[in-house]
C-alpha cells in the first residue's frame, strides 16, 4: 500500500488523505456496537465505538486481512458533538483496536442509524496484497 499525501499538504490526524494498493478486496459492511449476538452491552459512545472496531476486526479477519489492510474507513455517527468531545478517548480506543493503521476516512453524522441504540456504524475497505 502507499499513502498518498500531495506535497505541501498538511499531515492528516489520524486518517490518510488517500491510499493505493493492489491485492484482493474485502468489504465489510457497516457494524455497529453489539456483540457477537447482537446485542448492546452499553449505551457509552466510545465504548459502542470500540466494539464497533472489534466487530470490523473480527469480519476483517474471516479474510486474512487485519487493520494494517484497511484502505477506507467511513463512519456514520449519531452525535457530531459527542464525537468531537470525546475525540481523546476516541483515538484511544481506536489505537487499541486497531493500532496506528489509519487509512482515507470520512465521517458524517447522521440523524439516527437501523438499530435504535446505536451511536456509530462502521464500514471499511481492505486490500490484502497479492503473494510474490
Not at 452499553?42 to 466487530?55: G, M, W
Request: contains cysteine.
Amino acid at each position: 500500500m502507499k499513502i498518498l499525501q500531495p506535497p505541501g499538504w498538511a499531515t492528516p490526524k489520524g486518517y490518510a488523505n488517500g491510499v493505493a494498493a493492489r491485492g484482493t478486496l474485502v468489504f465489510v459492511g457497516g457494524q455497529i456496537g453489539w456483540n457477537a449476538q447482537q446485542q448492546f452491552e452499553t449505551e457509552d459512545f466510545i465504548a459502542q465505538v470500540e466494539q464497533t472496531l472489534r466487530n470490523v476486526a473480527a469480519v476483517l479477519k474471516e479474510a486474512g486481512a487485519g487493520p494494517e489492510h484497511m484502505v477506507r474507513m467511513t463512519w456514520y455517527v449519531t452525535s457530531r458533538d459527542e464525537y468531537l468531545r470525546r475525540l481523546p478517548e476516541l483515538g484511544a480506543a481506536y489505537r487499541a483496536v486497531m493500532g496506528r493503521n489509519f487509512p482515507a476516512m470520512t465521517c458524517v453524522e447522521v440523524s439516527a442509524l437501523m438499530e435504535a441504540r446505536a451511536q456509530v456504524e462502521i464500514e471499511v475497505t481492505a486490500v490484502v496484497p497479492d503473494a510474490g
